[in-house]
C-alpha cells in the first residue's frame, strides 16, 4: 500500500522560510512523478511544483516561481519543498502526491496522496 506522509508545516511570518518534506513508502519512488499542491477552504486545490521521475524534469505555478524549490531523494525515499519568501497567499494545506504519469501531476489527478501539513504565513 503506497504511503505519502507530509511534514515540515507550521506559522511563519511573510519573509520567511519553510521546508516540507514528505516520507513515501509503498510504490517505487524513482519510477514516480511526483508533486506538491495546496488547498485554502473555500479555494481549488492547485498544484505547486511537479518532478518528473529521477527528477528529469520540473515545473513550478507562476505564483512560486524563483521562491520554492522542489527535489527528491530516491535512497530515502523522500520529497522536498523548500519555500523562501513566504507571503500571506501561500497560506494553505500542502499536500504531496505522486503518480506514474508526470502529466496527471499538471492535472491535478494524482494517483496517490498524503494527508497535509498546514502552512500558515501571518502578515
Known amino acids: 500500500e503506497a504511503q505519502l506522509v507530509e511534514s515540515g508545516g507550521g506559522l511563519v511570518q511573510a519573509g520567511g522560510s519553510l521546508r516540507l518534506s514528505c516520507t513515501t513508502s509503498?510504490?517505487?519512488?524513482?519510477?514516480?512523478?511526483i508533486g506538491w499542491f495546496r488547498q485554502d477552504p473555500g479555494k481549488d486545490r492547485e498544484a505547486v511544483s511537479c518532478?518528473?521521475?529521477?527528477?528529469?524534469?520540473?515545473w513550478y505555478h507562476d505564483s512560486v516561481k524563483g521562491r520554492f524549490t522542489v527535489s527528491a531523494d530516491n535512497a530515502k525515499p523522500t520529497m522536498y519543498l523548500q519555500m523562501n519568501n513566504l507571503k500571506p497567499e501561500d497560506t494553505a494545506v500542502y499536500f504531496c502526491?505522486?503518480?506514474?504519469?508526470?502529466?496527471?501531476?499538471?492535472?491535478?489527478?494524482?494517483?496517490?496522496w498524503g494527508r497535509g501539513t498546514r502552512v500558515t504565513v501571518s502578515s
Open positions: 509503498g510504490f517505487p519512488f524513482d519510477q514516480y512523478a
Open positions: 502526491a505522486a503518480d506514474l504519469r508526470f502529466h496527471k501531476c499538471l492535472e491535478g489527478n494524482m494517483g496517490f
Open positions: 518532478i518528473g521521475p529521477d527528477n528529469d524534469i520540473t
